[in-house]
């Protein structure tokens, strides 16, 4: 009798090796059968040259596999690879029936190059397959999630890094300009997305506004706890980010605990950051004063709504501040732009002036001493009326004249029309014209 080859591994040690698999790919044992076995058929079609259909049984006590073609009984056989004549059916089978699908074993020999072949090419193409689905999915759930992982290697400047299960890529557009790392640094980026087009890939990035929050998260125990709130984060990756915060409890305050006992958990953050500068900003309901805060550091002098629709704001500074309201190529107003989410369109005290003037025909007068006129210089403005005026801030005739329709209608007790008519008055006072 002859010897199994030492090569050749047994029936009992081709199971124990789809255990190790099963174990080793963290995948069912069963799942790992049957996927053996769709390799088995599709093997067994390709030898046996029949598209037909195959059936596979295998033994879990001895480890033997039989492989069946499975045929219809017909009276008339048309397609001998999908049917048998009754006759040679019972051969097989003695009751057999016409209609009957009757199961023929295939010769054993080429049974085993058969499992032999699909286990080698067929069932780890499967099981590669089903590894990606699953770390695709995984990774799909863990999108926004911070990791902290080693830096693999360079590709065309993007950066490869280690997610254990498979790769990461941090492409050149989403690291901070400037930064440079080295194989085996490690390296804490945001899972953005994960794509199963061609080869798996999961996309981090370390630009995204999320990674700013998790980092808060790590250094201010009030951002994790909950106490302390961070509304919206605005960023130009390497130069600087704004960050709305507000606090749950009144005696904490918001932007102190973001920053620490002498800066000490900012300046964690902004390491991380490599020196990108961080603005905290005191969140308010009030879209006003939230623009205000958005601004800083400069001080302004009035903040105004400007089209209540469009949401445009209107603001005003002096000469010595505006070049800090505007900032470095427009940057500090344009990250306030986009925290509060309105458009803020900041203008110089004595612009607005001239702009008041050529509104009104004013030419080249001087209203700078009627500016701090109060408001009983509107005529015709009942009492109770410039009270509900003044409680809402609004006590010079200035205050009157550069704002807006849709700021002053939003007074109690004046309508559209008044504001207009308001806004029209209080623009001649100033340039000293009779009411």
């Known amino acids: 009798m002859p010897r199994r080859s030492s090569t050749q591994p047994s029936p009992k040690d081709f199971i124990s090796a789809m255990h190790q698999l099963a174990h080793d790919k963290n995948i069912d044992y069963e799942l790992i059968i049957e996927m053996l076995k769709e390799a088995m058929i599709s093997a067994a079609k390709k030898y046996f040259k029949n598209d037909g259909e195959f059936d596979v049984e295998i033994n879990e006590e001895t480890g033997e596999i039989r492989i069946f073609a499975l045929k219809e009984v017909v009276d008339k056989v048309e397609d001998p690879k999908t049917q048998i004549s009754l006759e040679d059916a019972k051969k097989i089978k003695e009751d057999a029936e016409i209609g009957e699908t009757i199961r023929i074993e295939k010769d054993k020999d080429a049974m085993g190059r058969i499992a032999a072949n699909a286990a080698k090419q067929v069932i780890m193409s499967k099981i590669k397959d089903f590894e990606r689905f699953h770390i695709y999915n995984e990774f799909k759930e863990r999108i926004g999630e911070v990791v902290n992982v080693p830096v693999r290697r360079f590709e065309r400047g993007n950066v490869v890094v280690d997610l254990g299960k498979t790769e990461g890529v941090i492409r050149r557009d989403q690291l901070i300009p400037g930064e440079r790392f080295s194989v085996g640094d490690r390296v804490r980026a945001v899972i953005v997305d994960v794509s199963k087009t061609g080869d798996l890939q999961v996309q981090l990035s370390r630009t995204d506004p999320r990674l700013l929050i998790k980092l808060f998260e790590m250094e201010v125990p009030e951002v994790y706890e909950g106490t302390v709130i961070i509304k919206n984060i605005v960023r130009e990756p390497g130069e600087r980010s704004k960050v709305a915060v507000y606090s749950t409890e009144s005696d904490i305050d918001p932007i102190g605990a973001c920053v620490g006992v002498g800066g000490s958990r900012i300046k964690a953050i902004l ?80 612009d607005k002036k001239e702009e008041i003037k050529k509104q009104m025909g004013g030419g080249d007068l001087d209203i700078e001493e009627n500016e701090e006129k109060d408001l009983k210089e509107l005529k015709g403005v009942g009492e109770k009326k410039l009270e509900k005026l003044e409680e809402a801030g609004f006590t010079k005739l200035k205050d009157i004249a550069e704002a807006s329709v849709e700021e002053l209608s939003s007074v109690d007790g004046i309508g559209k029309k008044s504001a207009e008519q308001l806004i029209e008055q209080a623009k001649k006072a100033l340039l000293g014209e009779g009411n």
């Open 271 to 350: 390491r991380e950051l490599k020196g990108e500068k961080v603005d905290i900003i005191k969140y308010e309901d009030d879209i006003e004063r939230f623009a205000e805060n958005a601004l800083s550091p400069a001080k302004l002098l009035r903040v105004s709504i400007a089209d209540k629709e469009a949401k445009r704001l209107e603001v005003i500074v002096s000469d010595d501040q505006y070049s800090l309201a505007i900032g470095t190529h427009g940057q500090n107003v344009r990250l306030a732009s986009k925290l509060v989410g309105w458009t803020i369109d900041v203008k110089r005290e004595a």
